[in-house]
């Protein structure tokens, strides 16, 4: 039997310029807009967010079965544009900065890594290669 593909969260507001999403599992993440004084992060920062834990998560799988890293961080960078094509981000780039321990295990993690990262870019994260592919979103109102 084949899993479910379809993936849910339900956005609410819960005042002006903030909001809490929430999956399937009950899981929630506050959000809110930079007109929302809060320190919550943006949309687009949760953009940025999936994408480098969707390719951490890919990396650390592939990489942990080796050495535990002594320390790893993924940065996601993009610019904020508005031009013909409207808002958008552009020049999307993740950084993976990953060390691991002295020995063979940390030798193999190390030799690993490189490979690791280019599978989940090109084949294994969905967050991205759906960026990039350039899926179509459609936006509807539902009757009330």
């Given at each position: 039997m084949s899993e479910n593909p379809q993936r849910l969260v339900t956005v609410d507001r819960t005042g002006p310029g903030r909001f809490t999403a929430t999956n399937a599992r009950g899981g929630t993440v506050e959000f809110g807009t930079a007109?929302?004084?809060?320190?919550?992060?943006?949309?687009?920062?949760?953009?940025l967010a999936a994408i480098g834990g969707c390719t951490a998560a890919d990396v650390d799988v592939a990489t942990t079965r080796h050495a535990e890293p002594d320390g790893f961080t993924v940065t996601v960078t993009g610019n904020k544009v508005s031009?013909?094509?409207?808002n958008r981000m552009t020049d999307l780039a993740v950084t993976f900065a990953v060390t691991f321990p002295e020995g063979e295990a940390g030798d193999r993690a190390r030799a690993i890594?490189?490979?690791?990262?280019?599978?989940?870019?090109?084949?294994?994260?969905?967050?991205s290669r759906t960026v990039e592919t350039g899926t179509p979103v459609t936006a509807t109102i539902k009757d009330a």
């Open positions: 007109n929302g004084g809060g320190t919550e992060f943006t949309p687009v920062e949760l953009l031009d013909d094509l409207g890594l490189p490979r690791a990262v280019t599978v989940s870019h090109d084949r294994l994260c969905t967050v």
